[in-house]
Structure formats: C-alpha cells, structure tokens
C-alpha cells in the first residue's frame, strides 16, 4: 500500500508541473517591451493617450473590461443589472486588494468614478452620470439623468479605473508618480525617457503573473525598436514599422500580430485659426490629397483608404457620406475661389513618428501641386500633445483611437463644442446641429436609433470639414517566438497578465 502512495504522490506531483504550468525556473523572470514614446501620465483619470493607457491597464482595472472579441464583461464588477433606463447596479467582488494593502470597496468605487466625472481629460466620457452611490460596502448604484447608451463601454474604459481612495488622498498631485491600482502588476519605477518597471503583484485577486517584473521601455525611433526585437534585447514591440513588417514576418525567431483597428489618422484643421475658417481651402486641401497612396505607398497594406470620420470596425461606420478622391483641376479651382490663386505657404506639423512623417512629406508633395507650400514641424510626442490642445494652431498631423468602440468616443470628444482642446476636439470645431445630434445618440439606449443618428453626424462633419480623415491604420506589434498567450485586440491593447515568455 506504501508502494501504491509513493507511486501516486510522484504522479500527481508531475502531473501539476505539466497540467497546471511549467516549472517557475522555465519562465523569465522579466518580460520586456518596447514602446515608441514615454507615457505622459500613470494616472487613469488624467490619461487620454494609448501610450500611457496600455501601461496603465497593468496597474489598474475598472468595474467592466473587454474581452478580445471586445464584448463587455465584468472585471471588480462581477455582475450588474439595469434597474432602469437611468440606474445602474454593481455586484463587486470581495477578495480584492490594492497594491497599498487596502481591501477595495464601494468607497473606492465611488471616489474613482467622481474622480472620472470631474477630470478635465476624461470628464467627458461620464457627463451623464449624475449620482454614483454605495448601497452596500460591495454594491455601488451609477444614475444618469438620461438614458446613456454607451455607459457600460467607458465603465470599462481607462478613464474608469478604479483607484485607492487612500492611496490618492495621501499622495495628492503626486499619485500619477506612485499610482496604487488592484491590477496585476504594481508600480517599482519610472526613468523618464528610459522605461517604466513594474512587478507581479503576489495578492492579485486572479492570474498572477508569470513573469515577476515587467519593463516598457520608451525607444522612438522605430527601426531601433524592430533592432531591440531581434537581437532579443525586448521580448515584445508595439507599432513596427511598414519598412520592418517582412522582416519581422520572415524571422524564424519572430512573429507580427496586426488586425484592423479603430483608429484613424487624419489632418486637423484648427477653426480659431482664420486661415483654417475658409471652407474652400479645406476643400482644396481635402481634394489635393491621394488617399489611397497613403494607404499603398506608406503603410503598404497595413491600413486602409479613410473616407468618414469612424473606421469600419465600429458598427456605426457610415460609408455613403461625401468623399473627397484626389481632384487637382477641381483643388485648383477651390484654391481660386478661397482667395488664394496665388498661392500660400503653411505649416504642416506632426509627431516624430516615421510613418507620420512619411505621410506628411507625401502630403507636401501633393499641396505643392495646387500652389500650398508646407514646411513640415516635428515635435516630440508628449510636446505635440499639449501644442495640438491650444488654439490658432497650422495644419496638423493627428490620430484617435477608439479603444471602447462605440460611435460616442469616435465622435463626441472630437466634435462637440464642449470638448474643445485637451480632451479631443482640437480643431475648436462648433456646430450646432452636431452638439444637438451628438447630445441625442449619447443619450438614448435605442442602439438602431443610435446608428441613425450617428450616420447623419459622419454626413455634416464630412461636408463641413473640421478635420480630413486619410487613413484607418492597423494595429500591429512583434514578439519573439518565446513570447507565449499574446493576444491584439482590435482597440490595440493586450492582456499582458497573462502573457508570459519563456527561458
């Protein structure tokens, strides 16, 4: 019977290594990932770029996530109902901690979601709610003054993270320096310009981590990136670039992930700028630019042709609204009529970003053929984010990314009059009609009534111009074959809880 035990205790014993996981010592203890700039902020409620929001999503969770088919499902929250058009409630777990020790509660909850309400850089997202209360220390209710259709999808959006009301009370301004979340890895360190470290967190109420410490790297220039990729100097790239995709692609040692995305890069035109208040020239310019090459002779393959102001992965994609295929007579024409048969000379500006100044030099190009003359102004990523916030501004060069995919962050906080500056419409763009419509789709839970709304929305801001959509970039990223359980959703972003890489 000994015998019998001995034989069984060696069989269970190998079945958990094989069964339930590998060895620790067969995994690296450090996974290391490249970006192609520094975040900006570690604070979810002051985030609104996918720079900072993909490191963020390591730290911090929200009542709901998206899963990879980017369907609503709970994360703290384990269940909610609707009680009515107005009210929300949420069902919390109970075995949660944050990275500072503290057990989270409806009180977490409810500070991080006021918090959301009042930031000027997210505050948007949550402007119909109007009361967020605990019933209980692990039941919160969220109400809304009118029905809100896209509530569930920015509950489970960064902005909606949930933070540790201890933890922010004491740090202050301080906390995107020390941000205390309940994700899956908590803060160690941040070198501005270098990398930011972080370290599986040992009380995570789920998956801990397999690889102990996490490091995203900054590294701008994007061959550097694809170089740092091979030579095994990082496990995993973000955004390789058009040149690099073969040479990722036909590595024996790495693979490249890429799907369509919702997101756009399209050109600004800034409304306070009286150059830019001229709709025959935004027509012009619109007109003089081949989308299509871009799309070909800059991505190659990696986007497609832009032609309305939502991508077609969201489901509120309009694809019969005015387009604008390149017509030099007629731009030239368009030119005449707004005043500047003569000609005029611009400013083009983007990021320091190849692909982004591949574009605009193409783009320099084909204004030149209807007399515009750009000079083209790089800036630093996080300079160009707070210079494209500010009024009376040249053409730009910018992108949005619609993580939650919904029709409200495609074009709410791009056109709506509220939102003119840091937290989206940076072309200072007013109409009316547009609040009106925006006002409406956002605030009914008529999910057909919504795409109709939406559809008329994409049909005014296409005529009128306040930005020109040029293409609908993929998402894309590299990995070395080591790299195991990576998975790209469609808004870009990964669950790097639970990938893990091996020696």
Same mark, same amino acid.
């Given at each position: 019977?000994?015998?019998?035990?001995?034989?069984?205790?060696?069989?269970?014993?190998?079945?958990?290594?094989?069964t339930?996981?590998?060895?620790?010592?067969?995994?690296k203890?450090?996974?290391?990932?490249?970006?192609?700039?520094?975040?900006?902020?570690?604070?979810?409620?002051?985030?609104?770029?996918?720079?900072?929001?993909?490191?963020?999503?390591?730290?911090?969770?929200?009542?709901?996530?998206?899963?990879?088919?980017?369907?609503?499902?709970?994360?703290?929250?384990?269940?909610?109902?609707?009680?009515d058009?107005?009210?929300?409630?949420?069902?919390?777990?109970?075995?949660?901690?944050?990275?500072?020790?503290? /057990?989270?509660?409806?009180?977490?909850?409810?500070?991080?979601?006021?918090?959301?309400?009042?930031?000027?850089?997210?505050g948007?997202?949550?402007?119909?709610?109007?009361?967020?209360?605990?019933?209980?220390?692990?039941?919160?209710? *969220?109400?809304?003054?009118?029905?809100?259709?896209?509530?569930?999808?920015?509950?489970?959006?960064?902005?909606?993270?949930?933070?540790?009301?201890?933890?922010?009370?004491?740090?202050?301004?301080?906390?995107?320096?020390?941000?205390?979340?309940?994700?899956?890895?908590k803060?160690?360190?941040?070198?501005?310009?270098?990398?930011?470290? *972080?370290?599986?967190?040992?009380?995570?109420?789920?998956?801990?981590?397999?690889n102990?410490?996490?490091? *995203?790297?900054?590294?701008?220039?994007?061959?550097?990136?694809?170089?740092?990729?091979?030579?095994?100097?990082v496990?995993?790239?973000?955004?390789?670039?058009?040149?690099?995709?073969?040479?990722?692609?036909?590595?024996?040692?790495?693979?490249?992930?890429?799907?369509?995305? /919702?997101?756009?890069?399209?050109?600004?035109?800034?409304?306070?700028? /009286?150059?830019?208040?001229?709709?025959?020239l935004?027509?012009?310019?619109?007109?003089?630019?081949?989308?299509?090459?871009?799309?070909?002779?800059?991505?190659?393959?990696?986007?497609?042709?832009?032609?309305?102001?939502?991508?077609?992965?969201?489901?509120v994609?309009? /694809?019969?609204?005015?387009?604008?295929?390149?017509?030099?007579?007629?731009?030239?024409?368009?030119?005449?009529?707004?005043?500047?048969?003569?000609?005029?000379?611009?400013?083009?500006?983007?990021?320091?970003?190849?692909?982004?100044i591949?574009?605009?030099?193409?783009?320099?190009?084909?204004?030149?053929?209807?007399?515009?003359?750009a000079?083209?102004?790089?800036?630093?990523?996080?300079?160009?984010?707070?210079?494209?916030?500010?009024?009376?501004?040249?053409?730009?060069?910018?992108?949005?990314?619609?993580?939650?995919?919904?029709g409200?962050?495609?074009?709410?906080?791009?056109?709506?009059?509220?939102?003119?500056?840091?937290?989206?419409?940076?072309?200072?763009?007013e109409?009316?009609?547009?609040?009106?419509?925006?006002?409406?789709?956002?605030?009914?839970?008529?999910?057909?009534?919504?795409?109709?709304?939406?559809?008329?929305?994409?049909?005014?801001i296409?005529?009128?111009?306040?930005?020109?959509?040029?293409?609908?970039?993929?998402?894309?990223?590299?990995?070395?074959?080591?790299?195991?359980?990576?998975?790209?959703?469609?808004?870009?972003?990964?669950d790097?809880?639970?990938?893990?890489?091996?020696?």
């Amino acid at each position: 019977m000994k015998n019998v035990w001995f034989i069984f205790t060696i069989c269970l014993s190998l079945f958990s290594i094989n069964t339930f996981g590998m060895k620790d010592n067969q995994f690296k203890d450090t996974l290391i990932i490249a970006q192609r700039a520094d975040v900006k902020t570690l604070d979810p409620q002051k985030s609104i770029d996918t720079i900072s929001n993909k490191v963020i999503n390591l730290m911090f969770e929200s009542l709901l996530t998206l899963d990879e088919n980017l369907t609503v499902v709970p994360q703290l929250a384990t269940s909610w109902e609707q009680v009515d058009n107005l009210n929300t409630v949420f069902h919390l777990r109970k075995d949660v901690t944050f990275h500072n020790g503290e /057990p989270l509660t409806s009180e977490d909850v409810v500070f991080s979601l006021n918090r959301a309400r009042s930031s000027a850089q997210v505050g948007y997202n949550f402007t119909p709610i109007i009361d967020i209360k605990a019933i209980d220390k692990y039941t919160v209710q *969220v109400t809304t003054d009118k029905p809100f259709g896209a509530i569930l999808k920015y509950l489970s959006s960064v902005g909606g993270s949930i933070v540790s009301k201890k933890a922010v009370e004491e740090s202050g301004n301080a906390f995107s320096q020390n941000p205390i979340g309940s994700g899956p890895y908590k803060f160690k360190e941040w070198i501005p310009g270098d990398k930011i470290v *972080v370290e599986a967190f040992v009380n995570y109420h789920g998956e801990i981590p397999k690889n102990k410490t996490l490091i *995203v790297r900054s590294i701008p220039e994007v061959t550097n990136r694809t170089i740092a990729l091979e030579t095994g100097e990082v496990d995993i790239a973000f955004d390789i670039g058009i040149m690099d995709r073969e040479t990722v692609k036909e590595s024996g040692d790495l693979e490249l992930l890429e799907v369509e995305a /919702p997101s756009t890069l399209y050109l600004g035109f800034d409304n306070t700028n /009286p150059l830019f208040q001229n709709k025959k020239l935004r027509e012009a310019i619109a007109y003089a630019i081949d989308n299509e090459s871009l799309a070909e002779f800059v991505f190659r393959g990696a986007a497609l042709s832009g032609d309305s102001p939502i991508p077609p992965v969201i489901d509120v994609y309009n /694809p019969n609204v005015k387009k604008y295929a390149q017509n030099i007579p007629l731009a030239k024409e368009l030119m005449k009529e707004a005043g500047f048969e003569n000609g005029l000379n611009i400013e083009l500006w983007t990021s320091a970003q190849s692909t982004w100044i591949d574009m605009c030099t193409i783009i320099q190009d084909q204004l030149k053929e209807i007399g515009i003359l750009a000079e083209i102004k790089i800036f630093e990523w996080s300079t160009y984010v707070t210079v494209t916030s500010q009024p009376n501004k040249a053409l730009y060069l910018l992108s949005w990314n619609v993580t939650s995919v919904d029709g409200d962050p495609a074009l709410y906080p791009l056109f709506h009059s509220n939102e003119k500056g840091m937290s989206g419409n940076r072309s200072f763009y007013e109409n009316k009609e547009i609040d009106s419509i925006l006002l409406e789709a956002r605030t009914t839970i008529d999910q057909d009534k919504r795409k109709s709304l939406y559809f008329k929305a994409q049909e005014i801001i296409q005529n009128e111009l306040p930005h020109y959509t040029l293409v609908y970039p993929h998402y894309n990223l590299g990995a070395r074959k080591a790299v195991k359980n990576l998975i790209l959703q469609k808004n870009g972003y990964t669950d790097l809880a639970k990938t893990y890489v091996l020696k």
